[in-house]
């Protein structure tokens, strides 16, 4: 069936794949962005492309309104350089700030305006690349909650999380844990810390990550639209990995040479707690229910073969 699809925040990297995704299979797509000059790009990949500002209700309202879709995506973000400077891996408040905003006045001003109109869909991005809760096994199904990172700099982003998931999971929708995205235009800073060998491997590297290409988060979110998916979903690849394996192969994958081992009391005061506690006593996700309920299939089902073919 052909949709009427409305992507808030289509013109950032997940959502131009989303977008192309979207378009590909019929459907037709009304895309969002804050600047004027990007609507051209939306309009390139085969979507109305309309200006507007999440943070405003108003705008939200109108733009929802005009557009009048059957399903509403939410993808607005802030976390790219453009709209949150220089990352500090140590100040992950301040660069969240924005998003952590997106995530909770954003997220309620597209269900008020879902609901003025009748619009009984939405799906949103949340995320599960290291987060879950840190006790029990090293990788954790939707049934598990993530962790609330009490009295760290993360604790905001996360509580701003918990507000979106709920929020959207009681108006019936459904709620995408993306992992720790790749693929162009993704993880650039990362990279490039990585390459200048900055991005050390913190104590045993024992904390789990999980990954996902963008392509496949991008399908992933096309099943749960089509579907009109609710509950949460994790969407991860088949790998969840510690970081002593992921990172040791990433610096490989983008030609660096292999990166320095510090101990976890150098690491906090280098690169934050947030880095610490990712290493040391990240958890990662399932992708089971995800597969089984939505149908969901990879193209890159492991990380090994996503990074070597999308970051060498
Ligand atoms: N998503 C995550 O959880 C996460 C976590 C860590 C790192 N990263 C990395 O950060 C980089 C991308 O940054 P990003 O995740 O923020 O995505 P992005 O590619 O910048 O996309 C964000 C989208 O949200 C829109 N947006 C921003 N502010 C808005 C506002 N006030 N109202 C409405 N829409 C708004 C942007 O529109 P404009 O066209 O106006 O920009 C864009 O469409 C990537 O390297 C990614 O891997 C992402």
Redesign the pocket.
Known sequence: MIMRVFV????????QRLVSQLVARGHQVTA????AA?VWLLAKLGAEGVV????DAMSVGETVATARPDAIVH??????M??AGEPDTRRIDRRFA??NR?RTE?TDHLLSAAEAIGVSHVVV?S?ASWNGIRQGGWVKTEEDPLDPEEGTVAHAEAAAIRHVEEAVVEAGGAVLRYGG?YGP????DQVELIRKRRFPLVGGGIGYSSWVHLDDAASATVLAVEQQARGVFNIVDDEPAAAGEWLPYLAKCVGAKRPKRVPTWLARLLAGQVTVTMMTEGRGFSNAKAKRELGWQLRYPSWRQGFKEELA
């Open positions: 808030a925040g289509g013109s950032g990297v997940l959502g969002t962005t804050t600047s990007k507007m500002d999440g943070l993808q607005m973000t802030a976390i790219s453009a709209h924005q998003t997106l954003g991005q995320h995205l235009g993704t993880a650039d």
